[in-house]
């Protein structure tokens, strides 16, 4: 063990270097720097620096505006560990960083079985615990700011007799479901896409290129019965939370706030991309359904236009848009299929003065 | 000197508000500008920071003199492995403590960074703690960020009259404006108090007061002119910024004029389409050199050699690394940037550094009222 150490004296009143010698003493360090003798006792001490490799050692006493000693040579605190073997962890102890090592690699498999709990299991539980607590004002707040997004004004379809026969649809199947804290309000978007979404707080977008591929009004409906239900049970809201979340697990992840900040504030426009899990999607196919007989409509309908979407899908790739957001295995139409069989009718018309596919044409 | 608890602010920048018109392409990481003080901030201009003393043998047998020949560097001693494993368990605690470890996280981060930039032989060090940050950060969402909440809930959600949902948006605006200045004093006095070099202090002493009617006006004036005047706006913020820094008893000083960086700045904009906003990095480049070399600290005058080439090829690899490793390579990323920066930037000329005496802030904590409270810095993690 070494006893003497070069080192550098900081007063903390100037900005002078005093060259320092450094001598260990069993209780404390003895140091002799700008003409004088100091005893520094190790309780006394804080280390501030030297705990990585190229680092000098920092050693500092006092309160705001300490004095400070630097000791090149990292070795001092090696020595200074077999001089005072009583100090313990107060200074940190180079032999020790192989240990280091182990553990950051521990905690980089910790970093890994955390993320990946908290994203397929935390966040999805935490969503599910804080939806049926978000006021309904504030679902159509976001509903809102995500329309002017995705359905902007210029965008919409204004023809006024298309609107009112879509208000119908959606009037005959919400009359027929229990009352709900919602209005919804649908919009035609004249995009080709075939597609439709919802958004928080009771809005449906219907883009034109769907709207066209509907043969009938029921056909129409069946896709609306199954938007609708992710509002009524809330399956925006609590894909809007989990987006939040996965926002913030981001930003943990990153040890930067800026990035997800901003991924946060997009969460608004990617309401058109939320996913809902398989079980959201079957609960709104099943209630959509249960929706569409109640409504007195074949259900018939919803799984026709389903099938179709998934026919054409192999020559029409633009379905595909729609198949991407609601996957269509065979055995959800399997299943639309055996609910469907109870159904005993009689069907009651819906729109029947209208001309459906010139109606569609309108947009 | 600087009491403890609160802290005051630091180095600033921090965001600057967007050039009206393009956006200069940003890079993920933008070359860490500063030098010392501030290895970790994001984008902006260069702070002030890195005082370097010396060349005046101080008093005593002095050991610092072999190289202080008239360039003087800062460099980084960092490595990317060493940056990454704090980063990993950093992120570990994090999430382990929902979030609360962030502060804490930020805090060794800069440590580090600070910890391994070196100028004349000596070394910085970052004295701030977790803590402060966490109460930092609890002052700033007390005081903006609740009522800003709160008011644009009454704005968008709530069913109360059209009078009040005007007012209620009017004054939500106005707090987000006043945050802005606030902020970046507040962040840039914290910082710089906590910084030190040969065991003395940097510190921040300009007043919220003055920065926000370089705002008001700067805003205003950019908004009328259709921000032609926004390279002025900018000059103004860098010369408050850079003119109330300090290192211990001795203040920067910075000589910057507005009108030198016009004509870039309208040039930028001429040619964002024809060169695809690529046009921006020189000047961003170009801005960069002029905020360093219109900075000085007592006879010493920092000199920056960076240029748009080099610069967009350092954002180029770096964002090329960022994405083929989804961002997994940052720790080597910023080392690259800081090394950049490092590499262009100097500090000829002579330092006096004898005459320099110790001189921290004090720095208040929540008392003396509003504005003690705007006075005293805080900073947002």
């Known amino acids: 063990m070494r006893s003497d150490w070069a080192g550098t004296y900081l007063d903390g009143r100037t900005a002078a270097r005093h060259p320092a010698t450094i001598r260990l003493m069993r209780e404390g360090l003895e140091i002799t720097a700008a003409g004088g003798t100091r005893f520094w006792p190790y309780q006394e001490l804080r280390q501030t620096q030297g705990s990585y490799a190229g680092e000098e050692v920092r050693l500092e006493r006092g309160g705001e505006l300490p004095e400070t000693l630097l000791i090149p040579d990292a070795a001092f605190l090696q020595s200074l560990h077999e001089a005072a073997p009583h100090i313990g962890p107060r200074f940190h102890d180079p032999r020790r960083r192989s240990a280091r090592i182990k553990w950051t690699i521990v905690a980089a498999g910790g970093v890994l079985a955390a993320t990946v709990a908290i994203y397929f299991w935390g966040i999805p539980a935490l969503a599910v615990l804080a939806t049926p607590y978000v006021p309904v004002a504030w679902e159509e707040s976001v509903g809102r700011s995500a329309m002017a997004f995705l359905a902007p004004p210029e965008r919409r379809c204004g023809d006024a007799e298309l609107g009112a026969a879509v208000d119908g649809v959606v009037r005959r199947l919400t009359a027929a479901g229990p009352p709900s804290p919602y209005t919804m309000r649908v919009y035609v978007v004249n995009r080709p896409v075939v597609n439709a979404l919802a958004a928080p707080g009771g809005h449906v977008v219907i883009f034109r290129g769907l709207l066209e591929r509907s043969g009938t009004p029921e056909e129409l409906a069946g896709v609306m019965a199954h938007e609708l239900q992710h509002i009524l049970r809330r399956h925006t809201t609590r894909a809007v939370i989990q987006d939040v979340g996965t926002g913030l697990l981001l930003m943990a992840l990153t040890g930067d706030m800026t990035g997800p900040l901003a991924y946060g504030l997009q969460t608004a426009r990617a309401l058109g991309d939320l996913r809902y899990s398989r079980r959201a999607e079957e609960e709104a196919d099943r209630e959509g359904l249960r929706m569409m007989m109640a409504a007195r409509l074949d259900p018939g309908s919803m799984i026709a236009f389903f099938e179709n979407i998934q026919k054409e899908a192999g020559a029409q790739p633009e379905v595909l848009t729609y198949l991407s957001s609601h996957p269509m295995p065979a055995e959800r139409i399997a299943r639309l299929r055996a609910m469907s069989a109870t159904w005993q009718g009689p069907a009651e018309p819906l729109l029947p003065q209208a001309d459906w596919p010139a109606l569609t044409k309108r947009c | ?381």
């Open chain 2, 1 to 381: 000197m600087v009491d403890g608890q609160k802290s005051p602010g630091r180095p600033s920048f921090f965001h600057k508000p967007a050039p009206p018109g393009a956006a200069p392409p940003r890079p993920v990481a933008p070359p860490a500008p500063a030098p010392p003080t501030s290895p970790p901030p994001p984008a902006s201009p260069p702070p002030p920071t890195p005082p370097d003393y010396r060349l005046a043998p101080p008093p005593g047998p002095s050991p610092n003199g072999p190289g202080a020949g008239p360039l003087r560097r800062p460099s980084f001693h960092g490595n990317g492995g060493t940056l990454f494993g704090i980063h990993v368990v950093n992120t570990l605690l994090t999430l382990v403590t929902l979030g609360i470890y962030y502060f804490w996280a930020k805090t060794r981060l800069r440590q580090y960074l600070f910890g391994q930039t070196q100028i004349e032989g000596d070394r910085f060090a970052y004295h701030g703690t977790g803590r402060e940050l966490l109460l930092g950060t609890l002052k700033a969402v007390l005081v903006f960020g609740v009522p800003i909440f709160v008011l644009n809930v009454i704005r968008d959600v709530l069913d109360v009259g059209v009078l009040l949902k005007v007012g209620a948006g009017l004054i939500s605006a106005i707090l987000l404006f006043v945050f802005f200045p606030i902020a970046m004093v507040g962040a840039r006095r914290y910082r710089l108090a906590r910084t030190s070099w040969r065991g003395i202090r940097f510190s921040f002493r300009g007043r919220v007061w003055d920065m926000m009617k370089i705002f008001i006006l700067g805003t205003f004036l950019t908004g009328v002119t259709f921000g032609l005047y926004y390279p002025y706006f900018l000059v103004a913020r860098q010369t408050f910024m850079v003119s109330h820094s300090y290192f211990g008893s001795e203040r920067f000083s910075f000589d910057g004029h507005g009108r030198d960086l016009f004509w870039p700045y309208v040039l930028a904009i001429l040619l964002t389409l024809p060169t695809l906003g690529l046009g921006w990095v020189w000047y961003v480049a170009r801005k960069r050199r002029y905020f360093w070399d219109h900075t000085s600290f007592g006879p010493a005058r920092f000199a920056c050699s960076v240029s748009g080439g080099p610069l967009l090829g350092l954002w180029a690899v770096n964002a090329l690394l960022l994405v083929l490793t989804l961002g997994l390579a940052w720790p080597w990323v910023r080392v690259r940037s800081i090394h950049f920066a490092f590499g262009n930037l100097a500090l000829p000329g002579p330092l006096d550094l004898a005459r320099i005496q110790q001189d921290a802030q004090r720095v208040s904590a929540m008392g003396e009222g509003l504005s003690g409270f705007f006075d005293s810095g805080f900073d947002l993690a």
